[in-house]
């Protein structure tokens, strides 16, 4: 089929402008996956922190931030471009910049900073080039005096001390304190306006070391350990007043409590607690506590127990001997914080087990807060965060009601401890930080079944305890086997904790919901199952995780879910899932099905819903193989008499049935009999007369008797499946069938009668598909629809008839159309999908010259783009449901109800209307560049360009512009089409010419 040039401008002109939109809104069943939000850091009102957002192959890892509000928490940048991440980490805030470390896949792990835009989110200086590694980054990350202070190798002078301004230049060593190997400066903290660290010189070992910012000014404080290391690399400090405290090794005492001033001399040991070479502790654990030092130490007799300190040798001493059976009474992780003047601290006194206690420094004032796992189990807590704003201790613990890490709140009473929400702990190392308080509240990441690691907010409060955003809901459901119920919708698809399940919508998020989670974990519902209703019931095959796959029944309530009947028992299946679909057929509102019961195969079955209703009717193949049977089907109702086809002892034949054994009895046998219909007062039956290669090809017609069965029409052998794909119209069946003239495909209709047998199309005719293949032909409103392709090819024609016209209805001479599929009946319009279009909806009706490409808009979520698809719809007596695939959501539910009174139905009328002289188009031809103008009081929105096949060659979103330039050198040479669309919601679309 060949169309002259101005017509197929025509034609393309007329698909553009007839594309319409339709509102639709998600409807999200599986927010799952986890977005793990980590390494918060309060910024004036809000916070940053990093986390995964789970777009499809978009994002990994990157830096966000929060204004303190769900719509206002957003991805910064995608610094490390696809789904890899740049994975940053040690942010920390200075003069209003935030620094931090990241990947971007190119320079490696740098120093980066941002001031929460995109644009301002840069990378600092490349310290270490020519390492595209993600490791060994800057690490040590601190404020001192408005100065940024960090550890980082330029892979000269090796882990050294650095500093940044923020500019490239203003990035520089300030010492290279191990001219020979790594300094490897560690644990930098800030007291008295001078910077202190551990480092390493190479020649006195790790030893406390200070800075004030300049190479002269860096010094080792004193060495300690005149010939070891004096302090470990991971020691934590403590400052008190005019010292700060840790734990070194002089080599005569061990590991013990040391106090300094930042001076040589002022640098001494507080105690030897455990006296001799043995030390008491290896690193300093505790807290301050008003004028003392809380921490924890072993004098070698009593084991590690909490001790205090205010900086005297006299002033040191054991709080309280908590575990008295000389055993430890304080683990390895323990964890201490200061709250309300007291320290609170994880021990075990040999009767609770380890839990929460406090103490004030004395040993009458340190106690268990409470027993919060029963007896002698543990609890297990790897952070304490204290809501300076409401005045609260926040954690997550086991507890005697949970094995999980649930959140819990303390106000320092027994009462006031008690578990805040079921969320639980999110796996996070107790090195990030996992809360933020900001706003009055505090942020933190928590997970529940529905939406994985994601953020929470409290005010420590069961009440003021909720959901604060959810980053990363990419899991899909899947949502699939749409059956309308009652004017609801019955599917199958994925929650959050299921399987696949069975799940109902009434075209509302709040109305769509779980039905029963029939098998906890598992899929319930295969894809062989056909769904069906009766008078409002649902009935489907289903497996419990008990049972096989059998007979099920609901109601759409979770009581009104369950197995009709165990047919066979066990955990055996009598459905035929496994091997082949499961069907169902609805007569006078009874059931029929084949069924196993596991003693005489597969048989005839029927249900009224109740277990005593549903039996088996007769064994009709009586072979001894219970993995055989008759396997009855195609069941059909002519004059208030039930028939099908089933396989006896002798072969396929026509049966009939009253639903009792007595009354179930052959007809006819027919070879290999396929189809079995009834139109015009007839049984029309495809079976086989001589035998064939590719299956039935002949038409039978009887009337239900043996005597007034007789051969219709023989139509030929040799295409794949012979007579197949059959449909009724206006009390005809229509079908495919072998064309009479070749061996392409044709489509028939017939009444059964031979004068009322004729061929609607006939495959031999069609100019450019030598190949020809019809794979699906389906009845709405008026017309019989069937989509035609040349063998494989994926380019496809969409046809139409209704008996007595027959017309192409869309294909590749209109539009680029690969692969028509998924036609949908709603509301007697024909809908359908394209691959050429995966994300648009396509419809015609009775009355509609050309199909109408409907674009679609989401509501409530990100609009479809790129390679996002819609790949199945369904549809109710009020609504249209598909599922559909975005980048943010992964596979999900959506629905709409197109009006189809608001679309624009005919095409001319929509050309001629659209002359509106709205917009300017120069220079046209063009070489290299055009301007597209609006010449009324609109502006311009966005605007796409379209080739001469229909494909969108480019697309670009505008916010209200009066004129917008374009690049024309990104297209090749021709003739294009630019649709502009207004402000004011109108439309234009200009021919454009490129010459190059």
């Known amino acids: 089929m060949k169309y002259n040039f101005s017509f197929l401008l025509f034609i393309l002109i007329t698909r553009i402008l007839t594309a319409q939109t339709i509102d639709a809104s998600l409807i999200e069943i599986n927010y799952h996956e986890d977005s793990d939000p980590q390494n918060f850091v309060a910024f004036q009102n809000g916070f940053y922190f990093t986390a995964t957002d789970g777009s499809f192959e978009n994002f990994g890892r990157e830096l966000w931030y929060s204004d303190g509000t769900s719509e206002g928490t957003l991805m910064v940048k995608d610094i490390k471009h696809g789904q890899n991440s740049s994975s940053p980490s040690s942010l920390v805030v200075v003069n209003n910049t935030l620094y931090f470390t990241a990947d971007d896949g190119v320079y490696g792990s740098e120093l980066w900073k941002s001031d929460g835009t995109e644009n301002g989110t840069i990378m600092v200086k490349d310290i270490r080039p020519n390492n595209n590694s993600s490791y060994n980054g800057p690490t040590n990350l601190i404020d001192f005096n408005g100065t940024l202070f960090f550890t980082a190798t330029n892979d000269v002078d090796g882990y050294e001390l650095w500093k940044s301004d923020g500019t490239e230049a203003g990035t520089i060593m300030i010492k290279d304190i191990n001219s020979n190997g790594n300094g490897s400066p560690n644990n930098l903290f800030v007291f008295n306006n001078i910077i202190y660290f551990t480092a390493n010189d190479g020649v006195n070992g790790t030893e406390l070391w200070k800075s004030d910012g300049t190479e002269a000014g860096t010094a080792m404080v004193k060495d300690i350990n005149a010939n070891y290391s004096g302090l470990s690399s991971g020691n934590q400090f403590l400052s008190l007043n005019n010292f700060f405290y840790f734990f070194a090794d002089n080599g005569t005492n061990g590991y013990e409590l040391w106090k300094s001033d930042g001076t040589e001399s002022g640098t001494t040991i507080v105690k030897d607690i455990r006296i001799g070479s043995n030390s008491s502790a290896n690193s300093l654990k505790g807290s301050t506590l008003n004028n003392i030092i809380i921490f924890e130490a072993n004098d070698g007799i009593n084991g590690t127990e909490l001790w205090k300190s205010d900086g005297t040798e006299a002033g040191t001493s054991m709080v309280k001997n908590i575990n008295n059976t000389n055993f430890n009474s304080i683990s390895y992780n323990s964890q201490y914080i200061s709250f309300n003047n007291e320290v609170y601290f994880l021990a075990d006194d040999n009767i609770h087990g380890t839990e929460i206690w406090k103490s004030d420094g004395t040993e009458t004032g340190t106690y268990l807060l409470k027993d919060i796992n ?389 495959g031999a005719n069609h100019a450019t598909m030598p190949d020809l293949d019809i794979d699906l032909i389906m009845t709405c409103s008026n017309y019989v629809y069937f989509p035609v392709q040349n063998s494989f090819n994926t380019e496809k024609e969409l046809w139409r008839t209704n008996g007595t016209i027959t017309e192409q209805v869309a294909g590749p001479d209109t539009t680029d159309f690969l692969y028509i599929r998924n036609l949908t009946c709603y509301n007697n319009n024909l809908l359908y999908l394209t691959e050429s279009f995966p994300h648009k909806i396509w419809i015609t009706n009775d009355n509609l010259n050309e199909p109408l490409q409907l674009d679609v808009n989401i509501l409530n979520g990100p609009n479809f783009e790129n390679y996002n698809s819609i790949e199945e719809m369904g549809a109710t007596d009020n609504h249209l449901y598909f599922r559909a695939r975005n980048d943010i959501s992964g596979n999900e539910l959506y629905v709409t109800d197109i009006d189809v009174s608001t679309l624009s139905m005919n095409d001319y009328e929509a050309t001629e209307n659209n002359n509106f002289n709205l917009v300017r188009l120069y220079p046209n031809p063009t070489e290299n560049f055009i301007t597209i103008e609006s010449i009324t009081n609109s502006n311009i929105e966005k605007f796409e360009i379209w080739d001469l096949s229909g494909k969108m060659m480019h697309k670009e979103s505008k916010k209200d512009l009066a004129s917008i330039n374009y690049d024309t050198n990104k297209l090749s040479g021709g003739i294009y089409f630019v649709k502009v669309f207004l402000t004011d919601n109108k439309i234009e679309t200009l021919k454009l010419i490129v010459n190059h």
């Open 374 to 762: 029963d007896g002698n189990s543990s609890v297990w807590i790897e952070k304490f965060h204290l809501d300076y704003v409401n005045n609260k201790l926040l954690f997550f613990t086991t507890s005697t009601n949970s094995s999980d890490r649930t959140l819990w709140v303390s106000d320092g009473s027994s009462n006031g401890t008690f578990e805040l929400s079921d969320i639980t702990d999110s796996n996070i190392s107790g090195l990030e930080e996992s809360f933020v308080t900001v706003n009055n509240a505090t942020v933190l990441t928590g997970k529940n079944e529905t939406n994985g690691n994601e953020l929470w907010v409290t005010d420590g409060t069961i009440t003021g305890t909720s959901f604060f955003a959810d980053l990363n809901y990419s899991n899909s459901s899947n949502a699939s086997k749409f059956t309308n119920v009652g004017g609801d919708l019955f599917f199958r698809a994925r929650g959050t904790e299921y399987g696949n399940q069975l799940f109902k919508s009434d075209g509302t998020e709040s109305g769509t919901q779980i039905v029963k989670d029939i098998n906890p974990g598992y899929n319930c519902i295969d894809d062989p199952s056909e769904m069906k209703e009766i008078n409002g019931i649902l009935y489907f095959s289903a497996i419990d995780g008990t049972h096989g796959y059998e007979l099920w029944r609901s109601d759409g309530t979770d009581s009104g879910t369950f197995m009709v009947k165990d047919i066979r028992t066990g955990n055996q299946s009598s459905m035929q899932n496994y091997n082949d679909q499961q069907k169902f057929t609805v007569l006078n509102d009874i059931l029929y099905f084949n069924a196993n019961d596991g003693i005489n195969g597969f048989e005839l079955w029927r249900s009224d819903g109740t277990e005593s209703g549903t039996y088996m009717i007769k064994n009709i193949n009586t072979s001894s193989n219970y993995n055989y049977g008759s396997h009855a089907r195609e069941f059909v109702m002519l004059n208030n008499t039930v028939y099908f086809i089933a396989n006896d002892n002798s072969g396929s034949g026509l049966w009939t049935t009253d639903g009792t054994e007595s009354g179930t009895n052959k007809i006819i046998n027919l070879n290999d009999m396929r189809v079995l219909k009834t139109v015009n007062n007839k049984l029309i039956i495809v079976a086989e007369t001589s035998g064939t290669t590719y299956g039935p090809h002949d038409v039978w017609v009887s009337d239900g008797t043996a005597s007034g069965t007789n051969h219709l029409q023989s139509f030929g052998d040799n295409i794949d499946s012979s007579i197949q794909f059959t449909t009724i119209l206006n009390d005809e069946l229509y079908f495919v069938a072998k064309s009479p003239n070749s061996f392409r495909k044709a489509v028939y209709k017939t009444n059964g009668t031979v004068s009322g047998t004729n061929i609607l199309f006939d």
